[in-house]
């Protein structure tokens, strides 16, 4: 009996899983970050949650053109960018499509930051260093909103 009621609640918790993840699988994402290596790792723990559209951007411009050209459901956005701030990319980004989901990425997570980038429409925030486990917690969060 304890391995019948073991494989159910296995079998259910799986489904949910597998549910998160083709619900994942039809998301389009833009990663915005200047370091490669964060891009890298965003982009290899997005492809192993079975995400395919997935778009990068080195600065802010880059963002927005790409933003703007693919209208992506999903933004990794880090705050600062050596010629954009984060913040007002939120914005501008939240302008063009405002059911855009935009999770703010920093290694300076300070209460300010977080408070401003909620105020302004983000739907996350990730304190850098992170952990792929972090990354599918919040698209988690993310694709129940």
Do not use: W
């Not at 703007?68 to 990319?89: K, R």
């Amino acid at each position: 009996m304890y391995q019948v009621l073991s494989l159910i609640l296995l079998t259910r918790e799986c489904l949910r899983g597998y549910l998160f993840m083709s619900e994942l699988s039809a998301k389009s994402v833009l990663i915005v970050d200047d370091v490669s290596s964060v891009r890298s790792l965003l982009q290899e723990t997005l492809s192993q949650l079975g995400m395919t559209d997935i778009a990068q951007a080195a600065n802010g411009q880059e963002a927005l053109d790409k933003f703007t050209s693919n209208l992506p459901d999903v933004v990794f956005l880090d705050i600062e960018l050596p010629d954009a701030n984060g913040q007002s990319l939120l914005k501008d980004m939240k302008n063009i499509k405002s059911n855009a989901h935009i999770i703010m990425v920093t290694a300076h997570g300070t209460v300010d930051n977080v408070k401003e980038s909620i105020a302004l429409g983000a739907s996350g925030f990730i304190v850098k260093p992170f952990s792929p486990r972090k990354i599918a917690s919040v698209l988690k969060t993310v694709s129940q909103s």
